[in-house]
């Protein structure tokens, strides 16, 4: 199991969110520089990183910070969140992130996005954000007609890799995973598929773990102590 801790961004500070609501946000950790440097510290092999103020605005509003933390970065780097357009895809790609996240613009920009799969196969990632199975778009605020695991299949036909998944009713709750949901993810799509929202422990690494999944993304509960990077998860 591959360990993705988590650093999200609303101006320039580390913050969690409760159940993908703004107007519950939790400055946590240090700052980003001081606290990407812990996570390598401590032995993560991929950092997860997500501009919370681009999700909402379109645009990747904390570039020159994730540049900084891509500087600092000594392992491949995971972003997401206002990434909308080739120019801001390419100025990620440029300054050293790995795996770019496109959420938004996969569902309402298929031109963008058969571009961006067509140029950059291997660095783009699918984010799936998803409130009662349907997909939720614009941070988390928006709700869309596509299922969950529709939307993945119409993703996989077109070449992508890598999909990120999350169920925002547990993200930030440390109630664990939504097992079922992603099983049956798993079993539809060949895409891997990397866990997001809820965990807590190691035993939901585990967990996921017997369902096939190998990559989960974990913010609070890295936070708070609960797992750790270098934990035994036997």
């Known amino acids: 199991m591959k360990i993705l801790p988590a650093i999200d961004l609303i101006n320039g500070k580390c913050v969690r969110l409760y159940q993908g609501d703004f107007s519950k946000t939790e400055q946590v950790g240090s700052d980003p520089k001081t606290q990407i440097k812990t996570f390598l510290a401590d032995g993560a092999e991929i950092i997860h990183i997500v501009d919370l103020d681009g999700a909402r605005e379109g645009s990747s509003s904390q570039f020159e910070l994730i540049r900084e933390l891509c500087n600092i970065a000594t392992v491949p780097i995971q972003v997401g969140g206002g990434v909308r ?55 988390w605020e928006t709700l869309s007609e596509a299922h969950y695991i529709d939307f993945a299949k119409e993703m996989e036909a077109l070449g992508v890799k890598t999909i990120v998944y999350t169920d925002i009713s547990r993200d930030g709750t440390m109630t664990g995973p939504n097992l079922e949901q992603l099983k049956k993810l798993n079993e539809a799509v060949s895409c891997k598929i990397v866990a997001s929202g809820g965990i807590k422990s190691n035993q939901d690494l585990v967990d996921l773990d017997n369902i096939g999944i190998t990559e989960a993304i974990v913010g609070k509960a890295i936070y708070e102590g609960k797992v750790t990077l270098s934990g035994d998860l036997s």
């Open 85 to 139: 357009n080739m120019e801001t895809l390419e100025k990620l790609i440029n300054v050293g992130v790995q795996r770019v996240v496109i959420g938004t613009a996969a569902i309402e920009d298929q031109d963008f996005l058969k571009e961006a799969l067509r140029r950059f196969q291997e660095n783009v990632v699918i984010g799936i954000d998803a409130k009662n199975e349907m997909v939720a778009t614009r941070g």
